[in-house]
C-alpha cells in the first residue's frame, strides 16, 4: 500500500513539474511575441526597423539652452543630423533657438507640452498635450512633427490612442545615456552608449554639459565600429 502511494505521488509529482514547464514555454513564447510587437509595431518603437548599422540620436528638450548650441557646433563638424524632442512649453519660449535647430537640417519631433507622466493622464489630457506642443511646434517650424516621445517613456494606453489619432509614432530607446543623473560623468556616459551599440539604436540624451563634452569621443567611436548616426527617420523603413 505504502508502494503504490509512493508510486502515485511521484506520478503527481511529474505531471505537476511537466504542466510546469509546459506552462513556462508558453509564457516565453508568448513574451518574446509581445517584445517584438513592443519592438516593431505600427505605434511604438524601442529601436527602428532597419538591419542596418545606423544608429539614431534623440535628444529630449526642456532645458539646457547653454549646451545647445555646442550641441550643434560637434554635430555640424561631423555632419550628422539628430533628432531633438523640445516640449511645448520650451518651444514657447525659445522659438528662434528651436528654427535654429530646424534649420540647421534636424528633425523635430515632440515632447509633448508638459514635462510629465503621460501613463497618469487620462485620454483627454494625453490628448491635450501632445496636440499643445503639435500647434505650437508647427507654427515656428513650418513642418508638424512624426514622431513623440512621451517624457520619462511613462505612457499608457490611453498615450498611445491619443498619439496614433494625432498622427504620431512614439519614440522610445533601446541605448538610454542617463545623463540627467548628477553622478553622470563624461566618462559613464560614453560607456553607456559605447558598449550597447547595435542596429537602428535609439540613444537617449539631453543637453547636458557632460553629454557635450562625451559627444565627440562617442562619435568617433561609433564611426570606427562602421556606424552611421542620423535620425529617427534614418533607422525606419
Known amino acids: 500500500m505504502k508502494l503504490i ?7 503527481f509529482m511529474v ?5 510546469l514547464i509546459i506552462v513556462s514555454i508558453l509564457f516565453a513564447v508568448n513574451y518574446s511575441r509581445k517584445t517584438n510587437e ?8 524601442y529601436k527602428g526597423t532597419k538591419e542596418e548599422k545606423i544608429m539614431a540620436f534623440a ?25 531633438f524632442f ?5 518651444a514657447e519660449k525659445n522659438p528662434e533657438l528651436l528654427k535654429k535647430i530646424f534649420e540647421k537640417g534636424h528633425e523635430i519631433g515632440n515632447h509633448g507640452y508638459f514635462h510629465k507622466d503621460y501613463n497618469l493622464l487620462n485620454y483627454e489630457d494625453n490628448r491635450k498635450e501632445i496636440e499643445k506642443a503639435d500647434i505650437i511646434i508647427t507654427e515656428i517650424i513650418g513642418t508638424k512633427a512624426k514622431y513623440f516621445a512621451p517624457p520619462s ?16 509614432k512614439i519614440i522610445m530607446w533601446s541605448i538610454d545615456t542617463i545623463d540627467w543623473r548628477k553622478d553622470s560623468t563624461k566618462d559613464k556616459i560614453i560607456n553607456r552608449v559605447v558598449s550597447k551599440h547595435h542596429n ?30 542620423g535620425t529617427i527617420s ?4
Request: charged share 20%.
Open 200 to 229: 537602428s539604436a535609439i540613444v537617449l540624451m539631453h543637453p547636458k554639459e557632460e553629454t557635450v563634452k562625451a559627444l565627440p569621443i562617442i562619435i568617433h567611436n561609433l564611426k570606427e565600429k562602421g556606424y552611421r548616426i
Open 153 to 168: 517613456g511613462a505612457y499608457n494606453n490611453d498615450t498611445i490612442k491619443a498619439a496614433k489619432d494625432l498622427g504620431y
Open 59 to 83: 535628444c529630449n528638450v526642456d532645458w539646457g539652452n547653454e549646451c545647445i548650441p555646442h550641441m550643434l557646433q560637434i554635430f555640424d563638424n561631423y555632419e550628422i543630423k539628430i533628432t
Open 234 to 237: 534614418d533607422i525606419m523603413n
Open 5 to 11: 502511494y509512493i508510486r502515485y505521488n511521484t506520478i
Open 15 to 19: 505531471l505537476i513539474v511537466t504542466l
Open 38 to 45: 513592443t519592438f516593431f509595431n505600427d505605434d511604438i518603437y
Open 86 to 90: 523640445p516640449t511645448g512649453r520650451w
